[in-house]
């Protein structure tokens, strides 16, 4: 596989609600790749601040922008990944940036590895104007990794450092409408059963932890037919269920913070056969047993707390 061909056939796409103050930075930054794709697709998810018209003002004939009403960036994503042409899809948040190698190096990666279902990439967070390396697995050159026993202690796959088979991703149903938060990693399971994950180590992508609108700081309680408990497989390989373990003990952490206790204890109940998460499902019972309006304070300062320490979570 000549990768100059592979970089030809991937489609980049963008989901873009209320991000004004970024979008026009991460757009040059895909037109400035030394590899261009096939296609940009942003796909506006109902923004309300003008997002869509700094796409419209930027006149590029590489990118194409759609709108739709907000029905939540899972729903964006897909609509984004039917409508592309490309045989792979490089995600892109619509505040965070490429370095102008990063298609050309997911290319390489693509063309030595064709057989994969996901491609990741090394990364920075950007916080306060200064940038911090990501924590990635170590795997020299980069190839084929353990995707769920990398990712229960370091960063694999993150939206705008992943690359998945267009095909693959939708067979599996795509990214799961309606989730609000840790529907990347519903998807990354389903498509780590089905497929073996590359990883370059190469940082080339800028994650804006700092950034407006980020889900994770605008929590809101979900209604959606999917669950990480859909995805509890006694027959499944051990490593997987403990990843989805800590992926949904991860997220009733913010639902205990936002108020969802019943929620966020179901999950520390459903979960409770972990061995490798007991931590998290400890922090969830402590936050569900203090009085709703002092979780907030407890969490942000306990994160703030991690970050100085680590300059590695997001």
């Not at 030394?34 to 003002?57: F, K, L, Y």
């Not at 899972?74 to 039917?82: L, T």
């Not at 991703?169 to 409408?177: H, I, V």
């Amino acid at each position: 596989m000549d990768p100059y061909y592979v970089a030809r056939d991937i489609s980049v796409v963008i989901p873009l609600y209320n991000k004004a103050a970024e979008i026009g930075a991460t757009l040059r930054s895909v037109l400035c790749q030394t590899q261009p794709p096939r296609e940009i697709i942003v796909v506006d998810d109902g923004s309300t601040d003008g997002s869509a018209e700094i796409v419209e003002r930027m006149g590029s004939w590489a990118v194409t922008l759609v709108r739709r009403s907000n029905g939540g960036v899972s729903a964006a994503r897909n609509e984004a990944m039917r409508m592309a042409s490309g045989r792979w899809v490089a995600l892109l948040d619509g505040d965070d940036m490429w370095y102008p190698d990063y298609l050309k190096d997911m290319a390489s990666l693509i063309a030595r590895y064709p057989d994969c279902g996901a491609y990741g990439s090394g990364f920075y967070v950007e916080c306060d104007g200064r940038r911090t390396l990501g924590d990635t697995p170590r795997n020299g050159g980069g190839g084929i990794v353990d995707f769920f026993r990398e990712s229960m202690s370091r960063y694999v796959l993150i939206p705008s450092a992943t690359v998945l088979r267009r095909d693959l991703a939708l067979r599996l149903g795509g990214f799961p409408e309606g989730m609000r938060m840790g529907e990347d990693q519903y998807l990354w399971t389903k498509i780590a059963r089905s497929a073996p994950v590359a990883f370059s180590p190469t940082p080339s992508v800028v994650y804006l932890r700092s950034a407006s609108n980020r889900s994770a700081a605008s929590y809101r309680p979900e209604h959606t037919r999917f669950s990480f408990e859909d995805l509890y497989d006694p027959a499944a390989d051990e490593m997987s269920n403990e990843y989805v373990a800590r992926a949904a003990l991860g997220k009733a952490l913010i639902e205990s913070v936002s108020g969802g206790t019943d929620a966020a204890a179901r999950a520390v109940e459903f979960f409770s056969y972990n061995r490798l998460s007991r931590r998290i499902a400890t922090k969830v019972r402590i936050l569900n047993a203090l009085p709703p309006r002092l979780r907030p304070a407890v969490f942000t300062a306990y994160n703030r707390l991690a970050w100085a320490v680590a300059r590695k979570g997001l």
